[in-house]
């Protein structure tokens, strides 16, 4: 059974940085379509950053471009979002998702396996 698990969430100073990881097995990794979706309270979850299967391709949410980075280590099953200089509006639930078709989505329906989620909370 897949099951991604992220980890490396929890307390960061705006401005600071901090490291999500996501590791999953089970599956032919590195042909998968990998994001992370956060969600607030009472808002719907959101795609933050995507990485496309074959090619490092990369798609950022505006308000994160330039200061989140996403990357993959297919040789470890392993994907990481980078966060750097965030701000108290990234404070939320982040989970890591894998397609199997290899092309990122913008959805959370286009998504085919999901973690249990970590929570960032940045302090100001």
């Known amino acids: 059974q897949v099951q991604p698990v992220e980890s490396g969430g929890g307390l960061v100073q705006a401005a600071g940085s901090l490291r999500l990881s996501c590791a999953a097995s089970?599956?032919?990794?590195?042909?998968?379509?990998i994001a992370w979706f956060r969600q607030a309270p009472v808002k719907e979850r959101q795609l933050v950053a995507a990485?496309?299967?074959?090619?490092?391709?990369?798609y950022y949410l505006d308000s994160v471009k330039g200061r989140f980075a996403i990357s993959r280590f297919n040789a470890k099953n392993t994907v990481y979002l980078q966060m750097n200089s965030p701000k108290p509006e990234d404070t939320a639930v982040y989970y890591c998702?894998?397609?199997?078709?290899?092309?990122?989505?913008?959805?959370?329906?286009?998504?085919?396996?999901w973690g249990q989620g970590t929570q960032v909370t940045v302090s100001s």
């Open positions: 998702a894998l397609r199997s078709v290899g092309l990122i989505g913008r959805t959370p329906d286009d998504y085919d396996y």
């Open positions: 089970g599956l032919t990794f590195s042909s998968y379509a």
């Open positions: 990485i496309r299967w074959n090619d490092g391709f990369t």
